[in-house]
């Protein structure tokens, strides 16, 4: 059973900075797509990057609203991924959720993702 625990959100100023993490126990990001999704106030989860891994080939994909800002990695060793947000705009703020599914497929639809972190909150203040 994969768990997943994310941490580094928090009150950033507009233009500002933050790296989020999503640590994962109980198994390996091995054979799973990885994502982070985002759910602002009063507004639906939203999709902003997924990670995947097929043999040696990464693949990687952002929301356009996050393209040129944001960046998604991880680090095998500690079985953890990141979410770097740089240049951060008051629209930004959400509970950033990450989640992971078996398989390579690229969807992006919250209901095909069967493990989830509890989310982390950031806020962009202008």
């Known amino acids: 059973q994969v768990q997943l625990v994310e941490s580094g959100g928090g009150l950033v100023q507009a233009g500002g900075s933050l790296r989020l993490s999503c640590a994962a126990s109980g198994g390996t990001f091995s054979g799973y797509r990885m994502v982070w999704f985002r759910q602002p106030p009063g507004k639906e989860r939203e999709f902003v990057t997924g990670i995947s891994w097929s043999g040696k080939t990464t693949y990687i994909n952002y929301s356009d609203s996050v393209k040129g800002r944001f960046t998604i990695s991880r680090d095998s060793a500690k079985n953890t991924m990141y979410l770097q947000m740089t240049s951060l705009k008051p629209e930004d703020t959400a509970v950033y959720y990450c989640?992971?599914?078996?398989?390579?497929?690229?969807?992006?639809?919250?209901?095909?993702?069967?493990?989830w972190g509890q989310g982390t909150q950031v806020t962009v203040s202008s």
């Open positions: 989640a992971a599914r078996y398989g390579t497929v690229d969807t992006r639809r919250w209901e095909d993702y069967d493990y």
